[in-house]
């Protein structure tokens, strides 16, 4: 199916761990972005890509790596888990400053 | 910097009373604006969008009017329904970017 999807959907994890969230688009869009969603912040950018193999940091990036070998991936990894990093995390595609297309979101825990 | 701020929620309104929610952005450049919408448990979703001064967005019976005069772009629709109740987002293009504000609860009750 077209569209924009994140796995998993969940996922509960422990301190220390590392954990990747991937997403995945189907429209061929250049840029993809990666939030994270807290109550009393709204959404905050962690990091962003232009096209394959072109990444940038956002608002929020400290603790987390992106990669984008592909156009149509763009993987988020918590290379050491915190517990600070608890949050819904969304992954958006879109072109450069115009509307972006959002995924469902991950929850995720960190215990 | 290119910032969005909304008004605060929760928003609780009875079924078919009137909406506004305010979202004011600052005024660098010529932003795009938009309203996204979060139903529970869901990502964003696209409600409308306006690229230039004096543009009305419209969707779902929803409408913001792009104000370059006051900075403004807020949300109305003139009857909600309980399928209304969501987290709504203002937000404004930064560069390759969108700048979100905080979110507006709203509730509708029957």
């Keep these: 199916d077209a569209g924009i999807t994140q796995s998993p959907r969940y996922k509960i994890t422990e301190t220390g761990r590392q954990v990747t969230l991937m997403c995945h688009q189907t429209w061929s869009h250049s840029y993809m972005f990666w939030y994270r969603q807290d109550l009393g912040h709204g959404l905050r950018l962690i990091y962003y890509s232009a096209a394959a193999d072109i990444t940038d940091k956002g608002e929020v990036p400290d603790g987390y790596v992106v990669s984008r070998s592909k156009t149509e991936n763009f993987p988020l990894t918590l290379e050491s888990a915190t517990r600070s990093q608890t949050s819904v995390y969304f992954c958006a595609s879109g072109i450069a400053g115009e509307t972006q297309y959002f995924g469902p979101g991950t929850r995720l825990l960190v215990l | ?75 109305e629709k003139g009857s909600v329904q309980v399928s209304d109740s969501a987290v709504y987002f203002c937000a404004r293009n930064s560069g390759y970017a969108l700048n979100f504000g905080k979110g507006t609860s709203l509730l509708v009750t029957p």
């Design chain 2, 1 to 75: 910097g290119n910032s969005v701020t909304q008004m605060e929620g929760p928003v609780t309104l009875s079924e078919e009373a009137f909406l506004t929610i305010n979202c004011t952005y600052t005024a660098t450049g010529y932003p795009s604006l938009f309203w996204y919408v979060q139903y529970p448990g869901e990502g964003l979703q696209l409600l409308l969008k306006a690229t230039k001064a004096d543009d009305k967005g419209s969707n779902k019976g929803f409408e913001a009017t792009y104000r370059k005069e006051t900075t403004s772009f807020h949300l």
